[in-house]
C-alpha cells in the first residue's frame, strides 16, 4: 500500500453550527485513528468557521483544517468535491471518511473517482483489520437482509458513515490542537454545474436523520387524517413521524418524509412502525434501529420478522391505547 497517514474526516457545517453526524465521524475517527496509531483530521468548509473547528479539536481531532468557501447548501457538490480532493492530494490521509448525508452521497463518488480511488457508501461499522491494516467497512446489502465487509486497495480508502450507527465523541473542551487553514483555491472551470435556485423544504419537527425515536406510518393508515395520532406519539416521545413510499405516492405526505433505499436512511433509538408492511426497499432505510415496535392488522406482515416488540390489531383501536400508556408511563 502506498505510504498515506491520517484519518480525514469531512465535517459538515450547517447554519454556522456544527451538524451532530460531525460528532459521529469524530467518533468513528478516534477509534480508527488509535487502532492505526495515526492522527486525526478534521476537514471543515465554510465561512468563519473558527469556532466550529476549535469544537472538532474538542470532539477528538488532533488537526482542524479548514477551507474558506460556501456552506454546503449554498454551493455546487462540484466545488465540495474539487475543494476535499485538493485537501486529500495536500494531506495525503490513508482514510477519508464522510456522513451518508446528502453531501457525503454526492461528493465521496466523485471524490474517489477524482483520486483514483474507491468509495464504500452507508457503513455501519469501521475497524482495521489487526493483521493487514486495512479498513474493514461494513456495509448493508440485500436490502438490509445482510451486511457485508469491504476492503479497498487503494488509497486513500474512502467511506461514507451512516448517521447514528456509531457513538458520537463526547466534547472535552481542555483538548488542544492546531486550527490549520488550507489555502485552496479552485479554477472556475472544475465547477461544471451552475446552481440556479435553492428550494428549502419544510422538514416536520426533528430531521430523520437526527431522530432518536420515529413514528413511521404506511399505506395502512389509509389518509392523511390518520397520521394525526402518529404525530400525537411521536410529538408525546420527542420523536418525528416518517413514512413509507405509499403515503408519498398517494400524496398524503411529502416525499422527504419517506424512509427507504430510495428515501432517508435513519438509525433511531425506537421505531414504531404502524400499517407498514416490511418491504426491504423500506427495511433498507429503518434496519439500523436499534428497537423496532410493530403495529399492523396482518399477524403475517413481514415487519414482524424484524421487529423486537409487535402488536396485531387495526392501529386505529390500537393507537390510543398506545398513546394512554405511554403518557401514563412517562408521568410516573
Ligand atoms: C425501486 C424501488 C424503490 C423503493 N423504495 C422505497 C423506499 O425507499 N421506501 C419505501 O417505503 N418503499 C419503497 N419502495 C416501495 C416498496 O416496495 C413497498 O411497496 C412499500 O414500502 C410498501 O409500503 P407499505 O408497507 O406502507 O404499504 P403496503 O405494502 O400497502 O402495506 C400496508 C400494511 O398496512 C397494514 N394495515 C392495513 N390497514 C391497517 C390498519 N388499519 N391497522 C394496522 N395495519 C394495517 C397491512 O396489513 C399491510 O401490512 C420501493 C420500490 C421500488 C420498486
Redesign the pocket.
Given at each position: 500500500m502506498a505510504e498515506n497517514k491520517g484519518i480525514l474526516i469531512c465535517g459538515e457545517v450547517v447554519d454556522g453550527k456544527l451538524a451532530a453526524i460531525t460528532a459521529e465521524l469524530l467518533g468513528a475517527g478516534k477509534k480508527l485513528s488509535a487502532e492505526l496509531e495515526q492522527p486525526l483530521g478534521a476537514l471543515l468548509i465554510g465561512k468563519d468557521i473558527e469556532e466550529v473547528a476549535q469544537e472538532t479539536i474538542g470532539l477528538g481531532a488532533d488537526r482542524a483544517y479548514t477551507i474558506d468557501g460556501p456552506a454546503f447548501l449554498d454551493s455546487l457538490p462540484d466545488l465540495y468535491v474539487a475543494l476535499i480532493a485538493a485537501a486529500c492530494e495536500k494531506l495525503q490521509p490513508s482514510v477519508v471518511i464522510l456522513g451518508q448525508t446528502d453531501m457525503g452521497r454526492d461528493v465521496a463518488p466523485r471524490l474517489a473517482a477524482k483520486l483514483k480511488t474507491t468509495a464504500v457508501l452507508d457503513c455501519v461499522g469501521l475497524e482495521i483489520d489487526p493483521e493487514t491494516r486495512a479498513l474493514l467497512q461494513t456495509r448493508p446489502v440485500y436490502g438490509g437482509n445482510a451486511t457485508a465487509v469491504w476492503v479497498t486497495e487503494s488509497q486513500p480508502q474512502i467511506a461514507t458513515l451512516r448517521p447514528r450507527s456509531v457513538m458520537a465523541a463526547e466534547s472535552d473542551t481542555s483538548r488542544t490542537g492546531e486550527i490549520e487553514p488550507l489555502p485552496i483555491v479552485v479554477e472556475d472551470s472544475a465547477i461544471k454545474g451552475k446552481l440556479v435556485e435553492t428550494v428549502k423544504t419544510e422538514v416536520e419537527g426533528i430531521k430523520l436523520e437526527d431522530a432518536k425515536v420515529i413514528v413511521a406510518?404506511?399505506?395502512?393508515?389509509?389518509g392523511p387524517e390518520g397520521f394525526e395520532k402518529l404525530r400525537e406519539l411521536a410529538s408525546l416521545l420527542g420523536g418525528t413521524v416518517g413514512?413509507?413510499?405509499?403515503?408519498c405516492d398517494e400524496g398524503w405526505l411529502p416525499l422527504t418524509m419517506?424512509?427507504?433505499?430510495?428515501?432517508r436512511i435513519v438509525g433511531p433509538d425506537l421505531y414504531i412502525a404502524?400499517?407498514?408492511?416490511?418491504?426491504?426497499?423500506?427495511m433498507?432505510?429503518c434496519s439500523g434501529s436499534k428497537c423496532i415496535v410493530t403495529?399492523?392488522?396482518?399477524p403475517d406482515?413481514n415487519?414482524f420478522k424484524e421487529s423486537n416488540f409487535g402488536i396485531v390489531?387495526?392501529?386505529?383501536q390500537?393507537m390510543p391505547a398506545f398513546i394512554e400508556k405511554c403518557r401514563e408511563l412517562l408521568s410516573s
Open positions: 406510518g404506511g399505506g395502512g393508515i389509509g413514512v413509507t413510499r405509499v403515503p419517506e424512509i427507504g433505499q430510495t428515501g404502524v400499517g407498514i408492511s416490511g418491504a426491504p426497499q423500506h433498507a432505510g403495529i399492523n392488522k396482518d406482515a415487519l390489531g387495526d392501529y386505529k390500537v
